[in-house]
């Protein structure tokens, strides 16, 4: 996918994003995420930041969370989710389609934590955004070649991983396959995606990977 289609489908996923959570109730909002400790709040206004980081902003950001960057990511996140949730929504579609990103970062960044974002919001809640194949295989591809905080490739290479409904595949092994979106939750640490996947080598994988049995609690 070209620069100019990745940035497209970041706005698309952002907008799709604002509507999603224009839906919530007061209770959706206060909702535990897929993100350990974090509340949809937390993580619809975590997606609002990056459009509007600067390198003042993140080295000042960086010295309050003493260097920290797991702190960082979730102290600016919690200041964010002090706003109104009308005015997390409305930063998010004004910012839709901002093409700045954090230093050092990028928009195959942006397309990975936009998408892997929004289905940590969403699934808690029993619902489903879309997710088109092919931003999810953009976003899959980045989370398998970079390594930090993934490492995808060291976790999941033994295996052959195929996203079914975009033609995606990595690793060599025992065949692990299903939707492009799950593969990316799959890549990014999220044990939940193991619901939807399926091939010979999930049980196998599940162990793994994440230290579950077939008869673990989901």
Same mark, same amino acid.
Do not use: Y
């Given at each position: 996918?070209?620069?100019?289609?990745?940035?497209?489908?970041?706005?698309?996923?952002?907008?799709?994003?604002?509507?999603?959570?224009?839906?919530?109730?007061?209770?959706?909002?206060?909702?535990?995420?897929?993100?350990?400790?974090?509340?949809?709040?937390?993580?619809?206004?975590?997606?609002?930041?990056?459009?509007?980081?600067?390198?003042?902003?993140?080295?000042?950001?960086?010295?309050?969370?003493?260097?920290?960057?797991?702190?960082?990511?979730?102290?600016?996140?919690?200041?964010?989710?002090?706003?109104?949730?009308?005015?997390?929504?409305?930063?998010?579609?004004?910012?839709?389609?901002?093409?700045? #990103?954090?230093?050092?970062?990028?928009?195959? #960044?942006?397309?990975?934590?936009?998408?892997?974002? #929004?289905?940590?919001?969403?699934?808690?809640?029993?619902?489903?955004?879309?997710?088109?194949?092919?931003?999810?295989?953009?976003?899959?591809?980045?989370?398998?070649?970079?390594?930090?905080?993934?490492?995808?490739?060291?976790?999941?290479?033994?295996?052959?991983?195929?996203?079914?409904?975009?033609?995606?595949?990595?690793?060599?092994?025992?065949?692990?396959?299903?939707?492009?979106?799950?593969?990316?939750?799959?890549? #990014?640490?999220?044990?939940?995606?193991?619901?939807?996947?399926?091939?010979?080598?999930?049980?196998?994988?599940?162990?793994?990977?994440?230290?579950?049995?077939?008869?673990?609690?989901?």
């Amino acid at each position: 996918m070209e620069t100019e289609q990745v940035w497209a489908e970041i706005e698309a996923a952002r907008l799709r994003l604002a509507d999603f959570l224009d839906t919530l109730s007061p209770d959706d909002w206060e909702h535990p995420s897929l993100c350990p400790g974090w509340r949809v709040r937390d993580v619809a206004a975590h997606l609002t930041l990056a459009p509007q980081t600067t390198l003042g902003r993140s080295m000042r950001d960086f010295a309050k969370a003493r260097g920290n960057f797991n702190r960082l990511v979730l102290n600016t996140a919690i200041e964010q989710a002090e706003l109104p949730t009308g005015e997390i929504v409305g930063l998010l579609r004004s910012l839709a389609e901002s093409r700045r #990103t954090p230093p050092g970062t990028g928009p195959l #960044t942006t397309i990975l934590d936009v998408l892997t974002h #929004t289905q940590d919001i969403s699934r808690p809640l029993g619902r489903e955004i879309e997710i088109p194949p092919a931003a999810a295989r953009v976003g899959a591809e980045r989370a398998w070649s970079i390594g930090w905080p993934f490492h995808a490739r060291k976790r999941f290479g033994g295996f052959a991983l195929v996203g079914t409904d975009s033609g995606w595949t990595a690793g060599a092994g025992p065949v692990v396959e299903g939707p492009t979106s799950a593969m990316l939750q799959l890549l #990014t640490g999220r044990a939940v995606a193991l619901e939807r996947l399926g091939g010979d080598g999930v049980a196998e994988l599940a162990r793994t990977a994440f230290g579950r049995t077939e008869n673990s609690a989901s």
